[in-house]
């Protein structure tokens, strides 16, 4: 497997962990402090869209580099 491949396994294996921090936030925190359904957790959701395109981003400039 040549080097840009492993970029691109790990990335992707980067934007799963995204993914599963989302699903933790969602159903043990939230669900927790009574703030599913609220717009408590909206700060969390703006942050976490954010992350999602800033790591996005970066993953297809480095892609378009190598």
């Known amino acids: 497997m040549n080097?840009?491949?492993?970029?691109i396994v790990k990335w992707f294996l980067g934007f799963l962990l995204w993914f599963a921090f989302d699903l933790f936030?969602?159903?043990?925190?939230?669900?927790?402090l009574?703030?599913?359904g609220?717009?408590?957790n909206d700060w969390f959701?703006?942050?976490?869209?954010?992350?999602?395109?800033?790591?996005?981003?970066?993953?297809?400039?480095r892609?378009?580099?190598s």
Do not use: C, D, H, P
Request: net charge positive.
């Open 3 to 7: 080097q840009s491949r492993k970029w």
């Open 25 to 32: 936030m969602e159903t043990v925190v939230f669900e927790a």
């Open 34 to 36: 009574g703030w599913n």
């Open 38 to 40: 609220t717009t408590k």
């Open 45 to 61: 959701f703006i942050l976490w869209w954010i992350g999602v395109f800033l790591w996005l981003i970066y993953g297809i400039r």
């Open 63 to 65: 892609i378009f580099r």
